[in-house]
């Protein structure tokens, strides 16, 4: 083994699956250098995962990757689940108000495919065949020593480490991070092929009887995902072939299901696990480096590409601008809660589909179809599942006491969606002007004659601040004709508010919004209340207040009309 000479780099990523490829291509965006390495020679080819949901498509979207998506994916709206064959719901994502109300399906090695591509394209480099073999930290740096397929050695010095190396992760492990939680006791089949059965084709369907559970979904061209619970413990994947998957689903009732033209056959046993910490000094974890649950509901894919979109920015910011770590320390308070969530619902919803006990089946099968047909509880876990119950209004980011509001988004939850009018009376979205590695901030005027003095205010403010490139864009949203301000200086640009807007997010009295680069309201508040801004900016910007970069709204402003 020889030694090689030793390299630095600000950022090692550790792993090249799809949480550290987004987290690769972030930071690519943000022009911050990295490494990013994977001891697997090649990108792997079988599918693992499949279901990319509504709000991992928002992140892909502000990538612009999601058009490519779709054109691989197919569109799953609807979810159906059975007790012995009878249905018990059917959840509906059509009724999601969102922009992407369906599951993309579409396979993890797909998924992996095309973040890869863009990350070459933007100019990165995946170092394949090196494995991270050890790690430590003090308080100038971290050190890692790489080994590459030829066994020759590679010391490098990172100023981060983000631990993307799965749930046996090694930087974990170097981390003395505890990952407390327990296998699954049954393992399952997992096949993916051509399917023949007289059902629903285009929707997913979750059989669950006193024997188990089967999930059927649909895959691309014209694929199916089957999962079946397995009662053999020693079966392994060496020894499965697709005439055992169809004994299993015929043992188990389903004799009108058969699946033939197996892409993908695996006997996999699930764990459901939690680190202990997100961070440890330098080091980080995201995915299943720091969470392992079921796969029910799709959520480990999801929430890892949710991790490093959080982390991304954050590193980024610390890096260029000299950022608070506190910025940091929020990664662990917004996203281990996220996955304690997760984590909670799929043991719960393991444990309602797999109800052994007759009677407990029989309170199960009755209650489940009341409650499921109200609009509130589907509502619910349609929103758990597809990633918008996400809210970090209670962490470090998110300080200030909380506004109460009529509606529409609070601190702390994601921007949605909305349509605001250029002059001419052309359509814009807002997901058109979040889209980028900014923040956002949306001034909202209303009708009071205060309006346009706050407006002015923070117009100036804004012209006065100075920003590093690309840090933060405003946006003036004004109603209609309502008055001839002439303010633009410190704006990106000025658009007309829609009614419809106004209503979804409720600021006829007008209002702020500071969107966070990741799409979740950094602060709102009222227009009068602009100099909270400040306060946001000195805490976590501390270098910028230093460097009287800041932007600086008086905090009793000087209301004239
Ligand atoms: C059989 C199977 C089926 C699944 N089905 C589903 C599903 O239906 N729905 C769902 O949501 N999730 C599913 N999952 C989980 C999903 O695949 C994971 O949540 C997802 O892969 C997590 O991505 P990741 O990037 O965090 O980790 P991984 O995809 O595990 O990637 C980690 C990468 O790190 C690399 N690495 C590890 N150690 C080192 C090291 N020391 N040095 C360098 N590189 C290293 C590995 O080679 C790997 O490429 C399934 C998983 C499996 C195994």
């Given at each position: 083994?020889?030694?090689?000479?030793?390299g630095?780099?600000?950022?090692?990523?550790?792993?090249?699956?799809?949480?550290?490829l987004?987290?690769?291509l972030?930071?690519?965006r943000?022009?911050?250098?990295h490494?990013?390495?994977?001891?697997?020679?090649?990108?792997?080819?079988?599918?693992?995962a499949?279901?990319?949901h509504?709000?991992s498509?928002?992140?892909?979207?502000?990538?612009?990757l999601?058009?490519q998506l779709?054109?691989?994916?197919?569109?799953?709206e609807?979810?159906?689940?059975?007790?012995?064959?009878?249905?018990?719901?059917t959840?509906?994502?059509?009724?999601?108000?969102?922009?992407?109300?369906?599951?993309?399906?579409?396979?993890?090695?797909?998924?992996?495919?095309?973040?890869?591509t863009?990350?070459?394209?933007?100019g990165?480099?995946i170092?394949?065949?090196?494995?991270?073999?050890?790690?430590?930290?003090?308080?100038?740096?971290?050190h890692a020593?790489?080994?590459?397929?030829?066994?020759?050695?590679?010391?490098?010095?990172?100023?981060?480490?983000?631990?993307?190396?799965?749930?046996?992760?090694h930087?974990?492990k170097?981390?003395?991070?505890?990952?407390?939680?327990?296998?699954?006791?049954?393992?399952?089949?997992?096949?993916?092929?051509?399917?023949?059965?007289?059902?629903?084709?285009?929707?997913g369907?979750?059989?669950?009887s006193?024997?188990?559970?089967?999930?059927?979904?649909?895959?691309?061209?014209?694929?199916?995902?089957?999962?079946?619970?397995?009662?053999?413990?020693?079966?392994?994947?060496?020894?499965?072939?697709?005439?055992?998957?169809?004994?299993?689903?015929?043992?188990?009732?389903?004799?009108?299901?058969?699946?033939?033209?197996?892409v993908?056959?695996?006997?996999?046993?699930?764990?459901?696990?939690?680190?202990?910490?997100?961070?440890?000094?330098?080091?980080?974890?995201?995915?299943?480096?720091?969470?392992?649950?079921?796969?029910?509901?799709?959520?480990?894919?999801?929430?890892?590409?949710?991790?490093a979109?959080?982390?991304?920015?954050?590193?980024?910011?610390?890096?260029?601008?000299?950022?608070?770590?506190?910025?940091?320390?929020?990664?662990q308070?917004?996203?281990?809660?996220?996955?304690?969530?997760?984590?909670?619902?799929?043991?719960?919803?393991?444990?309602?589909?797999?109800?052994?006990?007759?009677?407990l089946?029989?309170?199960?099968?009755?209650?489940v179809?009341?409650?499921?047909?109200?609009?509130?509880?589907?509502?619910?876990?349609?929103?758990q599942?597809?990633?918008?119950?996400?809210?970090?209004?209670?962490?470090?980011?998110?300080?200030?006491?909380?506004?109460?509001?009529?509606?529409?988004?609070?601190?702390?939850q994601?921007?949605?969606?909305?349509t605001v009018?250029?002059?001419?009376?052309?359509?814009?979205?807002?997901?058109?002007?979040?889209?980028?590695?900014?923040?956002?901030?949306?001034?909202?005027?209303?009708n009071?004659?205060d309006?346009e003095?706050?407006?002015?205010?923070?117009?100036?403010?804004?012209?006065?601040?100075?920003?590093?490139a690309?840090?933060?864009?405003?946006?003036?949203?004004?109603?209609?004709?309502?008055?001839?301000?002439?303010?633009?200086?410190?704006?990106?640009?000025?658009?007309d508010?829609?009614?419809?807007?106004?209503?979804?997010?409720?600021?006829k009295?007008?209002?702020?919004?500071?969107?966070?680069?990741?799409?979740?309201?950094?602060l709102?508040?009222?227009?009068?209340q602009?100099?909270?801004?400040?306060?946001?900016?000195?805490?976590?910007?501390?270098?910028?207040?230093?460097?009287?970069?800041?932007?600086?709204?008086?905090?009793?402003?000087?209301?004239?009309?």
């Amino acid at each position: 083994m020889s030694h090689q000479a030793k390299g630095t780099t600000p950022v090692l990523i550790v792993g090249a699956g799809p949480v550290g490829l987004l987290l690769g291509l972030q930071l690519q965006r943000f022009g911050i250098p990295h490494r990013l390495i994977d001891k697997r020679p090649q990108r792997q080819t079988f599918s693992k995962a499949f279901a990319i949901h509504s709000r991992s498509m928002e992140v892909l979207e502000d990538l612009g990757l999601l058009e490519q998506l779709l054109a691989r994916a197919v569109r799953v709206e609807q979810m159906n689940i059975y007790s012995n064959r009878k249905r018990l719901i059917t959840y509906n994502l059509g009724q999601l108000d969102v922009p992407y109300p369906f599951t993309a399906s579409i396979p993890q090695n797909c998924v992996e495919e095309i973040l890869e591509t863009r990350y070459l394209e933007s100019g990165g480099r995946i170092e394949r065949g090196i494995e991270l073999h050890s790690l430590i930290q003090n308080e100038h740096a971290a050190h890692a020593t790489l080994n590459d397929e030829r066994g020759n050695r590679q010391s490098l010095e990172c100023t981060l480490v983000a631990g993307c190396d799965g749930g046996f992760s090694h930087v974990r492990k170097a981390s003395g991070i505890a990952f407390d939680g327990a296998p699954y006791k049954r393992p399952y089949i997992i096949a993916d092929g051509t399917l023949s059965w007289k059902g629903e084709n285009s929707s997913g369907h979750v059989f669950t009887s006193g024997d188990g559970y089967m999930m059927l979904f649909p895959l691309p061209g014209g694929k199916h995902r089957v999962v079946i619970d397995c009662e053999d413990s020693t079966l392994t994947t060496a020894d499965l072939n697709i005439e055992r998957v169809n004994a299993r689903l015929h043992e188990r009732g389903f004799e009108d299901i058969t699946l033939s033209d197996p892409v993908w056959l695996s006997v996999t046993t699930f764990q459901h696990r939690l680190a202990e910490q997100y961070r440890v000094g330098r080091f980080f974890l995201a995915g299943d480096a720091c969470h392992v649950h079921s796969p029910i509901g799709g959520q480990g894919l999801n929430t890892g590409l949710q991790d490093a979109y959080n982390l991304s920015w954050k590193i980024a910011h610390v890096l260029n601008h000299d950022a608070s770590q506190t910025l940091l320390d929020s990664y662990q308070a917004e996203r281990r809660p996220v996955a304690q969530t997760v984590l909670k619902n799929t043991q719960q919803q393991m444990h309602m589909l797999n109800m052994k006990h007759p009677l407990l089946r029989l309170l199960r099968d009755a209650l489940v179809p009341t409650l499921a047909t109200t609009r509130r509880f589907q509502n619910r876990i349609m929103k758990q599942v597809t990633g918008f119950q996400i809210d970090y209004a209670t962490t470090l980011l998110a300080p200030q006491a909380r506004q109460t509001v009529e509606q529409g988004p609070l601190t702390g939850q994601r921007m949605p969606d909305g349509t605001v009018l250029e002059q001419n009376g052309d359509a814009r979205r807002l997901f058109e002007l979040l889209k980028g590695i900014h923040y956002s901030l949306f001034v909202f005027e209303d009708n009071t004659p205060d309006s346009e003095a706050h407006c002015q205010q923070i117009a100036h403010a804004l012209s006065a601040a100075r920003w590093p490139a690309n840090f933060l864009r405003a946006y003036l949203i004004r109603i209609p004709a309502s008055t001839d301000s002439t303010i633009s200086a410190g704006f990106e640009a000025r658009y007309d508010m829609t009614d419809v807007l106004r209503e979804q997010l409720g600021v006829k009295n007008g209002g702020l919004f500071l969107v966070r680069p990741d799409g979740y309201l950094a602060l709102r508040c009222d227009l009068e209340q602009g100099a909270q801004l400040n306060s946001y900016f000195e805490r976590f910007y501390p270098a910028f207040t230093a460097a009287k970069r800041l932007y600086s709204v008086p905090t009793a402003l000087p209301v004239t009309g």
